[in-house]
């Protein structure tokens, strides 16, 4: 940014607007399409509708709180009503006698609305392949992101998150069924075990599992850190 | 029949407990005597005196057992060691608890399948409602004289039993699930609350009724737990909980994972007490296989238990105070138990579930620093306490929101199955760990904060000192760490220590075995309860000598606190309701199973 003088002597023009405007110009006016604007504004004002089924939802509550702060993502709205929430966050286990209740919840939510199945049950069932357990959330709901765990870290969740915003942010849907119909074209959700494996791979060096510290890094990631600082 | 005999109670009644003799011959020659590994003594009665003898031992026995700790029932059809019981296809089974005794006592009943009824206990014990509706929706016994019996954990419209040995187990076995749209209106119209069905009428004389239904989806239900309201005006007149939405199976699912793989999912039974719920768990396998564990792998558990038992106070005090209306304190408590998490991270691996404890130890040694980190977490913990003192125990709107609403006393609390906190609340002292010590309890310095009214504040009070009292545990386990083994070197050990593994081919064999099959624990009955987060919790496992369960009894301290809803709630307000659940501090977990 420069900054610079203008005279104002009485009967004086103003000068001619020079490059300092146009780096005003371009730092205060986005120009873009109306859809772009929609879906970025869309991506990061999610509203999560407050609701949790089991172990998940205490890690869920966790990346709301001070620590994790999912208000860095423009997501910290929970709502107690399905009619204010578009985003639900199924966190935890799925079960027979819930999933009407669950059903019924995600009619109430607002279109357009995504689901982040949080957990190994509300994935797959995980752990409990049992009678009273639907196994996994995706038998009668659409979901968009899964995440793994059991329960996820709150991290998983906030990168659970990002995904879902990433993919919000480049998904196109029709201005109104008047324009272009109802046709929603979506961004391709590769596996992120598929992208991230070869990255992985390369983490060799591990840190001493038999002290306490940071969880093990590889020797790459570490480099920055000082091993005084590491085992604190 | 044989062997009913020679055990039966007139001839050898000299190794019977005092009691059982007196019973004997209060009730007669039918009632037989059985022997079990955890002490307990258990006696066999026929049905039709059971209401009789259950009065006996509430009322008129001198220190009576005034707790009906458990209700549930054994589908004995396939068990092959029944050696000393009578015969039985399904056998019932009532824990009681005395505590001017400090004893227990399980009165069993042998039910033929043709015949599945049996006398209901509702008339002795309110507690008992629930437990017999549970054991009629898991195994078909028929309570009779039940004021409402009907399913309590499946569905309404389930078919079978679960918990008998023919239903099946997997979701796989059965038809992949389908939420058609018809299908989800029966569902829904199932759940309709109907007033009728529960005895309440729709108007009194001068109002009519408002019904509200809380749940099963409500953020201060604290999990999916439904209630459904009588209202007069905000008034509430009567209250029915409804439970079953969180019904995860774990009883069923021990009767397919081996002894030790069965460990991960007694984390998610209180599923804010991680490693807590192993040690009941561990302890009961432990003793039927007559493991001894090192002092070093006890005063680890006990370490860990207590952070748990902080962990989850904490979670508590920080939603009570949201529950109530305080929107901070929440935020601070949350911090706390990350710290907190990181050194069940640090020492475990795990954050929530770290499922740590194994038969006859801990998984691994403690790590390098462990000490610096519990130092500093014991050092910094019992400021912010102070702080919170300020902010949240004196405030005045936390007071008045707490103070005088909910109120149960001792009696009341026993009726109704209530320990834990919930009943030291009320000034009764009985804290297992110092009444029944168990995994080295008895080693410890500790004091049992106690309330005196029974109130909502009185159990936020007594949770709160139970922090800094666990505080003092797990200084004393960091000053008094001893060295040694942290897994027994008996052979049942799962899995094995590593350095007997590759000795000679035996041993070889041997933790191959252990670790792929699981360990073969000897036939007999175990049953271990221990002071949890949240109150009794207790295992009583079943070995009929395989490498699973026969049968696993979870009995879990929240469940009876639930139902205790309506009999505190009458007369209160709906914004009391809610600091009532708050306070009550339960998982749904930790009901359903």
Not at chain 2, 121 to 129: F, R
Not at chain 2, 201 to 206: D, E, G, L, M, T
Not at chain 2, 497 to 505: F, K, N, V, Y
Request: hydrophobic share 40%.
């Amino acid at each position: 940014m420069r900054w610079r003088l203008i005279k104002t002597e009485p009967g004086a023009l103003m000068t001619e607007p020079d490059e300092a405007y146009a780096e005003d110009l371009a730092k205060s006016v986005i120009v873009t399409k109306l859809e772009d604007l929609i879906a970025w504004s869309r991506a990061n004002s999610l509203w999560p509708f407050n609701f949790g089924l089991s172990c998940c939802y205490v890690e869920m509550a966790t990346a709301l709180t001070s620590r994790h702060d999912m208000a860095r993502f423009g997501a910290e709205v929970i709502r107690a009503s399905p009619r204010q929430a578009d985003l639900i966050v199924i966190a935890g286990t799925v079960f027979r006698k819930m999933a009407p209740v669950v059903q019924h919840l995600y009619d109430q939510l607002l279109e357009p609305k995504w689901v982040i199945s949080m957990g190994s049950c509300a994935n797959s069932g995980g752990m409990f392949d049992v009678y009273s357990v639907v196994q996994g959330v995706d038998k009668f709901l659409p979901v968009d992101v899964y995440v793994p765990g059991c329960p996820p870290r709150p991290e998983a969740l906030l990168q659970g998150l990002n995904l879902l915003q990433d993919s919000v942010a480049h998904d196109r849907r029709p201005l109104s069924w008047l324009i272009d119909g109802d046709q929603v074209s979506r961004v391709p959700k590769p596996s992120q075990r598929d992208l991230r494996t070869p990255e992985r791979m390369k983490a060799t060096q591990l840190a001493e599992p038999t002290s306490v510290g940071l969880a093990p890094l590889s020797a790459d990631l570490l480099r920055d850190i000082s091993a005084e600082d590491r085992v604190k | 029949m044989s062997e009913v005999v020679e055990h039966s109670v007139s001839e050898n009644s000299n190794e019977q407990p005092e009691l059982v003799r007196e019973l004997a011959a209060r009730f007669g020659p039918d009632c037989v005597y059985q022997e079990t590994v955890d002490a307990i003594p258990n006696l066999w009665v026929p049905k039709n005196r059971l209401v009789e003898v259950m009065r006996h031992l509430k009322e008129e026995v001198s220190r009576p057992f005034p707790l009906l700790f458990d209700v549930s029932a054994i589908d004995e059809r396939l068990r092959e060691h029944r050696a000393g019981q009578p015969d039985s296809d399904f056998t019932a089974f009532y824990h009681l608890i005395s505590l001017e005794r400090n004893a227990d006592i399980r009165i069993k009943v042998a039910l033929d399948d043709d015949d599945l009824n049996i006398p209901t206990l509702t008339g002795l014990w309110p507690a008992a409602n629930w437990y017999e509706r549970e054991a009629f929706d898991m195994f078909g016994i028929n309570f009779e004289g039940h004021p409402n019996l009907r399913r309590i954990l499946t569905p309404p419209g389930w078919e079978g039993h679960p918990l008998r040995k023919e239903h099946p187990a997997r979701a796989t076995e059965m038809d992949p699930y389908t939420l058609s749209d018809e299908f989800l209106d029966a569902q829904q119209e199932e759940l309709r609350f109907v007033p009728e069905e529960w005895g309440m009428s729709r108007q009194a004389k001068h109002t009519d009724f408002m019904f509200l239904n809380l749940g099963p989806n409500h953020p201060s239900v604290h999990g999916v737990f439904r209630i459904a309201l009588q209202l007069d005006g905000e008034i509430i007149v009567d209250a029915v909980p409804d439970i079953g939405y969180h019904h995860r199976a774990s009883e069923k699912m021990a009767e397919r994972q081996s002894w030790h793989t069965y460990i991960p999912y007694t984390d998610r039974i209180d599923y804010l007490g991680g490693v807590m719920n192993n040690l009941p768990y561990v302890m009961a396998v432990e003793k039927l296989a007559g493991i001894e564990v090192p002092p070093r792998a006890q005063v680890i558990r006990v370490m860990l238990a207590e952070f748990f038992r902080i962990s989850s106070h904490l979670l508590f005090y920080g939603t009570y105070a949201q529950d109530v209306g305080q929107m901070s304190p929440v935020f601070y408590m949350f911090i706390d138990r990350e710290r907190l998490l990181s050194i069940i991270e640090a020492i475990t691996g795990g954050r929530m579930h770290p499922s740590w404890f194994r038969i006859g130890g801990v998984c691994q040694d403690l790590p390098d620093g462990w000490d610096t980190m519990v130092r500093d977490f014991v050092d910094y913990l019992p400021k912010r306490l102070n702080h919170y003192d300020k902010m949240s125990l004196r405030n005045g709107i936390f007071k008045r929101r707490s103070i005088d609403i909910g109120a149960y006393n001792t009696a009341e609390a026993l009726d109704w199955g209530v320990t834990g906190p919930g009943l030291r609340a009320t000034g009764c002292d009985w804290d297992l760990r110092k009444k029944r010590p168990y995994a080295g309890y008895d080693q410890f310095e500790f004091d049992i904060p106690v309330g005196s009214k029974g109130d909502c504040y009185d159990r936020v009070l007594v949770r709160v000192e139970e922090m800094r009292q666990s505080l003092r545990i797990i200084r004393q386990c960091l000053d008094n760490m001893p060295s040694g083994p942290y897994k027994a070197s008996h052979p049942q050990t799962t899995p094995p220590p590593r350095e007997r593994t590759m000795l000679d081919i035996e041993t070889l064999i041997q933790h191959f075995l252990n670790v792929s099959w699981g360990p073969v624990i000897p036939p007999g009955e175990c049953c271990v309860n221990i002071e949890a987060t949240k109150g009794w919790n207790s295992y009583y496992l079943i070995s009929d000598g395989g490498g699973m369960s026969y049968r696993t009894r979870i009995r879990t301290p929240s469940f009876p606190h639930l139902q205790m809803i309506p009999l505190i709630s009458r007369g209160f307000m709906i914004a009391d309701l809610i600091a009532i659940i708050g306070s009550i501090d339960f998982v749904m977990a930790d009901v359903d199973r």
